[in-house]
Nanobody
């Protein structure tokens, strides 16, 4: 079992930056790839970014590539999502997820076994 707890969401203005954190706990948490997804009410969940368990590989969704950066600190079992140049369309609930069988480039949310509760990001224009 892996437990995920997101933090760092909030209200920012367009063009601002924000960093989300997700702390993973559980005996095997460090062996899982971690990803970020986002979802607005009534819409499908959207892939944002993922990082392999050893942090050697990262992958981004088209809508955030070049603006967001994913990183992890395995000593702290924490994954970060640095979000720059935020836009109003980035407003969503952001979820952290864990995937034991990571495939670089895979965006399907059903591949991820464990999920956090989410943190709200609101970007005002």
């Amino acid at each position: 079992q892996v437990y995920l707890a997101e933090s760092g969401g909030g209200l920012v203005q367009a063009g601002d930056s924000l960093t989300l954190s997700c702390e993973a706990s559980g005996r095997t948490a460090s062996s899982y790839a971690l990803g970020w997804f986002r979802q607005a009410a009534g819409e499908e969940r959207e892939f944002v970014a993922s990082i392999s368990s050893d942090a050697d590989n990262t992958y981004y969704g088209d809508s955030v590539r070049g603006r967001f950066t994913i990183a992890r600190d395995n000593a702290k079992n924490t994954v970060y999502l640095q979000m720059n140049n935020l836009k109003s369309e980035d407003t969503d609930v952001y979820y952290c997820a864990a995937d034991h069988d990571y495939i670089l480039g895979r965006e399907e949310d059903h591949a991820y076994e464990y999920w956090g509760q989410g943190t709200q990001v609101t970007v005002s224009s």
